[in-house]
């Protein structure tokens, strides 16, 4: 089975700051790659699919790069409404997701 | 639209079979490269993926797990049912579905709301 590795696990920023989050695969995944925010008591929400491409409705303040085993998401200024946990997944091969980044106010 | 809305019990004893239900609308189960899966998520940790079911009725399951769980759908109610054998503490969790539009890439673009079940005698 792939397997998802996200860091870190938590990450502590302000309003307007530049975020990264890293999400490495076990074994060559391509571009088979989505990322999604997800808020407490809320489910999931797609942000970037297919490693780069920004899900209709998602601000352009998100991207998204890499291939093959290392992967990350950008936020390029970070507002009040992104303070959540970030989760990738790959869907090479069914659908695996990382532990999970979350993002705190610092 | 399109939404999902999860149902089935909140709470389930040890060895039971859990049975949950994904009530889909704004779109057909029957539709080409739609699909329906579902994820799990326990308390304070992270999400994973149990099974899928395509529009053709082929179906995949999580390797680790695949024994006892059964996914079907019912086309004209616009249903997907999970079934999970032998229920234990460690399986509470909120249970998600989700759609997946493109095939064997399963990318989640629409989620139910979650139901929780606790498994506990």
């Known amino acids: 089975d792939i397997q998802m590795t996200q860091s870190p696990s938590t990450l502590s920023a302000s309003v307007g700051d530049r975020v990264t989050i890293t999400c490495r695969a076990s074994q060559s995944i391509s571009s088979w790659l989505a990322w999604y925010q997800q808020k407490p008591g809320k489910a999931p929400k797609l942000l970037i699919y297919d490693a780069s491409s920004l899900e209709s409705g998602v601000p352009s303040r998100f991207s998204g790069s890499g291939s093959g085993t290392e992967f990350t998401l950008t936020i390029s200024s970070l507002q009040p409404d992104d303070f959540a946990t970030y989760y990738c997944q790959q869907y090479n091969s069914y659908g695996t997701f990382g532990q999970g980044t979350k993002v705190e106010i610092k | 639209q399109v939404t999902l809305k999860e149902s089935g019990p909140v709470l389930v004893k040890p060895t039971e079979t859990l049975t949950l239900t994904c009530t889909v609308s704004?779109?057909?189960?029957?539709?080409?490269?739609?699909?329906v899966s579902w994820i799990r998520q326990p308390p304070g940790k992270a999400l994973e993926w149990l099974a899928h079911?395509?529009?053709?009725?082929?179906?995949s399951y999580s390797t680790s797990l695949k024994s006892r769980l059964t996914i079907s759908k019912d086309t004209s109610k616009s249903q997907v049912v999970l079934t999970m054998t032998n229920m234990d503490p460690v399986d509470t969790a909120t249970y998600y579905c989700?759609?997946?539009?493109?095939?064997?890439?399963?990318?989640?673009?629409?989620w139910g709301q979650g139901t929780l079940v606790t498994v506990s005698s």
């Open positions: 989700a759609r997946n539009r493109d095939g064997y890439n399963y990318k989640f673009d629409y």
């Open positions: 079911i395509f529009s053709n009725d082929e179906k």
């Open positions: 704004g779109f057909s189960l029957s539709n080409a490269r739609m699909g």
